[in-house]
């Protein structure tokens, strides 16, 4: 932690060395049913919890080796990655690989030991819906915004946007577009700022930003902060971590950050921290678990809380890691 | 990278230190969960496709519905052999499942077309799947084709049959899940590919009722989380299909409607509802034919339900969004799909003005309701480019006067209001002045 | 079993009314020795159910003064207005005598979840208030408004013109924390007033709008302090919707409290209490630390504790009580008005201060209240209804009563009035209201004469049980217990 948070009050600090300790636990709970139960999500867990270590300058406390083999061994010989070994492919495994591949360097390693780019590119390209622009989860047909920005997100690391119709692509995510400036999860769908994030980050990708009307947006984001300082993901809904990230990526990729409070959205990230165990949890005083913990602490990072490593409000990765691969 | 299941959402922390004895017991549950889950990956590397591995994968989902990887064993199981082999949508197929307003006019041409996606996709993606061996003597088919069927006609028949009894089962098994899990994306994801089945494989009557009865699940899931979107947007798409010439379909775009006033009655903070509504009205009125007047009797009447809805729920942000879905579609007819198109520049302005008007009454009561002043602001700024003018100095120290009561009601957007005062122009002109 | 005298007893506790009967549910998990006995031979005391045959032996053991309840209940009497035509069988009847709503957020109810005795009493949803409006000069029929209590109604109701919904609605949202500082300030100043003077000036709501608040407390007088008054309204409020959509109180079937005092006793009876109706206490002598009872069996017995009501009760002006069976189902009042809302066996109708005529010509004074009860609540058989009128004892009372259900008929439907089957009148006098710890005899107050279950009424038996367990009593543990064995956890089923 830096010099600079340690003369913060006490419930203003972050405990990052204990976020650091749990997300190196969440491997070590094999003894608990719940480890096997989310099996369906441990390359996800791997990408949220190795995003969260780079933000918290501790890129090293996953050993790099045995995380690409992991990664590796998630895939199947069409390019597509599933969750965990034995776990069909599906667009959002595929997309952590990529993201995580990216953070450690090793796109190398998936040309050499993997199916390589091409074939990832190829599954992803191949989920597309050609006549509609969207994309599909996997071969079974479930389409949703969240994938098509996973689409753009892990191809455009990969360099390979090319191999899908872009335009037909922002088409549909025009079409998700709602009266009050925000966006559903498909055409006719009530905005939903985890939608609204897909969509705008999708059309950031694309170099379409323009198509985003920010100032309605700007403001139906802005209404999501709430008594207590916590953000919610739409009208009359309760507060939570996530929108943290959902929120507050789409407020600056619009350049609206500064219409919400800073200061208590980051007391509310704060008291949601688990401060013996480590964790971030959805609302103070909750159980706390690695997806809270990334989204935690990228709001943060996006607030410029002190110590943390700037996080890309696009990819939703170390601004490092995006520099190096786009040039950005 | 985006929201899924695996998260714990409200669930309260607690010290989790077990005792010996709960850890025993943790592990016991755990040994058979993986020996169970050992079973299922077994029974498919080999190729079983017999109704016991059917039913481990029942047991499986029901301990974790989030495994998504074993409806997909499930799926295959069905079109490998459970269900009959006579249909065309028997290939690996991708349908879209997207829930479009338009699709009443999709030709029923297009909605075959979009299953063009499977032909550029590699056959079934996992190392384990691709099985397609089986043949008439698979489970399913004992006993339900007897020599009585011998006629193509009367084989078909008994096929759908069959199907209809093997789909329907199949529905009954996810309703427990979806009530334990309603936002578990793998269940709804599932049952959608089971009714697209059921249009792929039954007659249109047969195919219709099961899909009628869906609506009645939408409306079950919708009364026991009003606001739950995945069961919104099901219900869109339930009702889109039911629409459709494929199932022999006419509009619901009235009793739709219809539904959201009941739900929005319930409950005004229902925004999922005022949306749904938003969506409907430019199709319900296309639907009736309706005149400009007709247009302007329905936008009257609207504009009354939420003036008495706001009048009282004026800390609603719900409710003023609707007005503003309203309001925009008098200021800002462009882009947004316009209920009142034959509406005259004067009319917008004799509307938006008598809006204004109303709202600021609403302050004798709620002087201290923030969402009042924002409306006030924005619609004012509206006004003022509908006209396509300069705001006057009575209405400038109106907007620097309701700005202040935002500053102080609302500090936590401060940055917004000072950003909205330096554009409207007020800081400027003070500092000219000084 | 060894006789009864041998036993040193911890407690001996005489009646069922629902404090006696909720401190032998506190105790009956307990290693204590539990007696408990009841003069009548029934259970439930104050709040018995009566099936009819047993109103009518009740009100004549009333009438001619061989009742148990030293002169608590006065005037009682029974009738067959339209003869014997249309009643069932005696026992398909259960009449409440005190009938109470209970609110979904009473300490009642949560000490029923956490003991688990709630397992055995099926609660009904309390659906709609409704004022009778009189007819006037102007020819307008008399009718029934329904009170709205939730956003959704005020907004849907057309009984209420637009600029009054908020006044009405910022009192609904004062109500909401009005134990806040601020709010605290705001009404103080009229916190011992007629709770009405408040609603006029600070919330300048016209008379109309003041009754609807006021018949949201069902105050017996018309005259609920402001302090009393908003509590009992944000109990209203924050109960609305706790145990389903639409309803904000419940209704135990089969007759109310005595049902629960009977469940209570169950409980008691499994823990290993000793139970005996028709067994009062004749003689009462203290020996040393203990007390020894002669019981009206023959029985002496000995107890370190004796708890029981309070015998030195004034009883002053009460209430007057008509239940009616009628000869309808009065559908219209039982209309479930939220999607997914539970059908309501209960509804409740006030006829405000000053909407009757006295016989005299003038205007009476209070309040009437009505429950309506569907026969849902299995306290008349199928296509009945139990109507329970209930207002202030005044020498009016009686017919004012009368008046009441014949107005009321008449609203519900004029051209089919309802045959009028079984009548049960009776007047509820004013006992002590405090408890009374007096050595080694605990004396609960009399039971509330209140129409919705008042939470006061439980502290009593804490403290009962505080002194029947000493040293032992844990506070935590007070009411809390696991399920017995064997019993299924069917809370899940209701998620």
Redesign the interface.
Known sequence: MSEKSKTLPKELQLVASAHVKYIQSLDTR????EY??????RL??L?WGLTALHLLGHPEALPRTETIDFVLSCQ???G?F??AP?????M?ST??AV?ILAMIDAFDDLEARGKGKAQVGK?IA???????G?F????????DT?FL??AF?ALSLLGLLDLVDVDKAVDHVVACA???GGY?????????A?QIF?CVAALTIAGRKNLVDADRL??WL??R?IAG?GLNG????KE?V?YSW?VLSSLEMIG?T????RD?LIAFILRCQ?PENGGI???P?????V??TLFGLTGLSLLEYPGLEPVDEVY?LPKSTTERILGK | MADQGGSAHGIARTSRVRTEEQRKVELDKIAKYRELEDQVRSGVARGDTSPGLFQLTSKLLRLNPEYYTVWNVRRRLLTSGLLSKSSAASSPLTVSLTASPTATTTPPSAALSSSSLSATQPSPASPTAGRSGTTADSPAGEGKVSAADATPEAAAAAGQKKDFDVLKSELEFTIPLLLDSPKCYWIWSYRLWLLQQVIDRLSVSMARRVWQEELGLASKMLTRDRRNFHAWGYRRHVVAQLESPRLGGESMVEAEFEYTTRMIRMDLSNFSAWHSRSKLIPRLLDERGADDSTRKGFLDEELGLIREALNVGPEDQSLWYYHQFLILNLVNPVGHPTLTPAFSLEDRVTYVTREIQDIKELLEDYDDVKLIYEALLEYTLYLGQLQGRKLDGAEKDELAEWLQKLKKLDPMRNGRWTELERECGLVEMEAFET | MDSLGDTLWDVVICGTGLQQSLLALSLSRSSKSILHIDPNNYYGGADAAFSLQEAESWASSIAAGTDNDRGTFKSASTTKPDGNTGLSFPRAYSLALSPQLIHARSKLLSQLVSSRAYRQVEFLAVGSFFIFKPSTSSGQKPSLVRIPSTREDVFSTTAIPTKAKRGLMKFLKFVLNYDSEQRLATWQPYADGPLTDFLQWEFKMDAELQTYILTLTLSLDGLITTRDGLSTIYRHLTSMGVFGPGFAAVYPKWGGISEIAQVACRAGAVGGAVYMLATGIQEIETSGDNIELRLTSGDKVKTRLLVRNDENAEVGNGVSRLAAVVGSPLKPLFEALVEGAPLPAVAVISFPAGSLLTTAGKAYGYPVYVFAHSSDTGECPVGQSVLYLTTLTTPDSKEILTQSLQLLSEVIDADHLPPSLFQLYHEHGRGSVASRPDGSTFNFPDASLSLLFDDSTLEPVHEAWKQVMGETAVDTDYMTFPDREGIMDVEDMYD
């Not at chain 1, 191949?126 to 509609?132: A, D, E, H, S």
């Open positions: 094999k003894d608990e049913y096997w139960l989310t099996e369906h999500l996800n867990g990408y199947h010989e069409n597509g599933g969750a034995g776990h069909d492919a599906h959002l997309v952590s993201q599954y191949n989920l597309q819906n050609r006549q509609t969207t599909a989860g996997d071969e079974w047909g479930e389409e969240r920005y996973g997100n709602n009266f009050d559903g999860v498909s055409p006719g769908a009530e905005s939903h985890g897909t700007g403001k802005s209404e902060q300082g739409r009208p009359e809904k939570d996530c959902w609206k500064h219409w919400i409070d208590q688990d949890s959805d609302r005083g909750d159980m706390v678990d997806w809270h939703c």
